[in-house]
């Protein structure tokens, strides 16, 4: 007890420690702040088949923040997901992404457009979940089979039975699910099998260094050979230059996402370079 104690008092006075614990804290309020004044915003960016054609496009959170400019995500969703603030930021990147869908849904979108959104593992686990995700459906109007949640393998941490279960409870009500950042976690394959997945998403640090890198080359290679004999789709993340995208073609990759094709961007900018055109009876599909 009495180390512990004297431990915590040297690290009270620790200058650097107590500057990094004040940044914090700062940075905290400072964000709670920016959620209440909706300096939030959502960029979107394009997933497209080889042809570069619009299948969907993943909602990616942003702060613009008024003195610091827009802050990208690794800036602040840590910490929201330290003090908990991810569940209210959460709920309100899902509102949005409903309300996105249901103002492009009223446009001439494909039949295969699907917009992806991430939820953290913490806010999926919520006890209420399932039913707040139904409710922002619901009062958005919006069609849940065009929706895909991004959930990343550390869900498979502990309590997947449970995991399972709310998947396939919303899975009911036509949502999909993309395990992001494959490769990069600690998903088993035998794991893999029991997560029932519509898509997996390559991370791309195995797409950085292709087509040059032997060894990045045969892991896209086995998760493209594997998702197939799984009946997963495949996206791959980070896809920058043509010889990337012709190498992922090759060995039957069909979906790509990457500054190749388009950074991530507001969605009047989406809508314009896609042409998604209202339809003039605006009616939603
Ligand atoms: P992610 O879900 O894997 O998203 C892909 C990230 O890769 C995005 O970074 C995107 O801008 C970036 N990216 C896409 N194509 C390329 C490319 O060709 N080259 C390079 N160098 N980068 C590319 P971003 O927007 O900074 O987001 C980072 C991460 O933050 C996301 O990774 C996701 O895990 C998390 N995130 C973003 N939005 C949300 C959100 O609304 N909720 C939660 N819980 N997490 C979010
Ligand atoms: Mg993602
Ligand atoms: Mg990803
Ligand atoms: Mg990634």
């Not at 309020?29 to 997933?47: K, S």
């Not at 003195?67 to 930021?89: D, H, K, S, V, Y």
């Not at 088993?188 to 032997?214: E, M, N, T, W």
């Not at 997963?232 to 500054?259: D, I, N, P, S, W």
Request: proline content about 6%; overall charge neutral; charged content about 20%.
């Amino acid at each position: 007890q009495a180390k512990a104690a004297g431990r915590n008092t040297q690290r009270f006075f620790d200058p650097e420690m107590q500057a990094a614990a004040s940044h914090r804290s700062a940075l905290e309020a400072d964000l709670r702040r920016g959620l209440q004044q909706r300096e939030l915003v959502l960029h979107y960016q394009p997933m497209v088949d080889g042809q570069g054609r619009l299948q969907g496009a993943e909602a990616l959170v942003r702060w613009n923040h008024p003195q610091r400019g827009l802050m990208p995500p690794a800036e602040f969703t840590p910490l929201a997901e330290q003090t908990g603030l991810i569940l209210p930021l959460g709920q309100w990147v899902l509102e949005t992404a409903c309300a996105q869908l249901v103002a492009w849904s009223r446009s001439a979108l494909t039949r295969a457009f699907s917009l992806s959104v991430n939820v953290s593992v913490r806010q999926f686990r919520q006890a209420d979940f399932v039913q707040q995700l139904l409710a922002t459906l619901e009062a958005s109007g919006a069609n849940p089979e065009r929706l895909t949640i991004e959930l990343t393998e550390s869900l498979l941490l502990n309590d997947v039975q449970d995991i399972i279960a709310r998947m396939q409870q919303l899975r009911c009500h036509g949502l999909g699910f993309a395990l992001d950042d494959f490769g990069t976690g600690y998903s088993s394959l035998s794991q893999l099998k029991r997560l029932p997945l519509d898509q997996i998403k390559i991370d791309r640090s195995f797409v950085r260094d292709l087509p040059a890198d032997a060894g990045d080359g045969a892991i896209v290679r086995s998760i493209l050979a594997l998702a197939q004999s799984l009946g997963l789709a495949v996206v791959a993340e980070g896809v920058e230059t043509r010889a990337q995208l012709e190498f992922l073609q090759h060995h039957g990759c069909q979906t790509f996402q990457g500054y190749h094709f388009g950074r991530p961007m507001p969605p009047e900018a989406l809508a314009h370079r896609f042409q998604v055109v209202p339809d003039p009876l605006g009616r939603p599909v």
